[in-house]
């Protein structure tokens, strides 16, 4: 069974960092996509970053310059470092995986936990 374990969420200062890590575990070929997504409180999830298995990324432009998503595809991970973090980054972080092909099916998308990311002020 494949699933998606995010970790590295906590509590931080304005200003601070945290990196986020997910692992994907399971029988598991190739993965597309890896993405970070947020639900901050009372607002819709929304995309935060993703890593296309070539490499090329995207960003939301709220933390554009200040997270960086990257990925070792190696070993199914994807990692969101995050710097100059604002309470309004405070939310629920997701980490979610399109297209993944293990030996007998494609998953078309999976999304893990979640993980507390809180940053006072």
């Known amino acids: 069974q494949v699933q998606l374990v995010e970790s590295g969420g906590g509590l931080v200062q304005a200003g601070g960092s945290l990196r986020l890590s997910c692992a994907a575990s399971?029988?598991?070929?190739?993965?597309?996509?890896m993405a970070w997504y947020r639900q901050r409180p009372g607002k819709e999830r929304e995309f935060v970053a993703r890593?296309?298995?070539?490499?090329?990324?995207d960003y939301l432009h709220l933390v554009k310059g200040r997270f960086t998503i990257s990925r070792d595809i190696g070993v199914n991970k994807v990692y969101l470092q995050m710097n100059s973090l604002k309470p309004e980054d405070t939310a629920v972080y997701y980490c979610?995986?399109?297209?993944?092909?293990?030996?007998?099916?494609?998953?078309?998308?999976?999304w893990g936990q979640g993980t507390q990311v809180t940053v006072s002020s």
């Open positions: 979610n995986a399109d297209w993944i092909r293990t030996p007998t099916t494609t998953i078309n998308s999976l």
């Open positions: 890593v296309i298995s070539g490499g090329k990324t």
């Open positions: 399971g029988s598991i070929s190739s993965i597309n996509v």
